[in-house]
């Protein structure tokens, strides 16, 4: 099955920075919009941001607003997030979703390619 594929986790101080990466060039079909998931032990997953096919629109979770970044890459359908100030609670597996026919995208629901996800771990 085709999906994205992330890169880029690992673990980063509090108050660190981190790039996670995103490919789903693979997708068949035309440049999709975006969008990274996170789901933290014992929580559910929950939308951190999004982005849309052409780059132009985004969305953020209100907790990481003015901390994180999502851009999108040169190649099709490659995705990066930023994070900056990284903070404990922001540990978590980050996932890259994909969808060619949605938008504005914002809920698990309207994205339809999942990648495996990235670990990212903040110590305090």
């Known amino acids: 099955q085709v999906q994205p594929v992330e890169s880029g986790g690992g673990l980063v101080q509090a108050g660190g920075s981190l790039r996670l990466s995103c490919s789903a060039s693979a997708l068949p079909g035309g440049h999709s919009c975006m969008g990274w998931f996170r789901q933290a032990p014992g929580k559910e997953r929950e939308f951190v941001a999004s982005?849309?096919?052409?780059?132009?629109?985004?969305f953020y979770a209100d907790f990481v607003k003015g901390r994180f970044t999502i851009s999108r890459g040169d190649a099709k359908n490659t995705v990066y997030l930023q994070l900056n100030s990284a903070k404990p609670e922001d540990t978590a597996v980050y996932y890259c979703?994909?969808?060619?026919?949605?938008?504005?995208?914002?809920?698990?629901?309207?994205?339809?390619?999942w990648g495996q996800g990235t670990q990212v771990t903040v110590s305090s």
């Open positions: 982005i849309s096919w052409n780059g132009r629109e985004a």
């Open positions: 979703a994909a969808d060619e026919h949605r938008w504005p995208a914002r809920t698990s629901g309207d994205f339809g390619s």
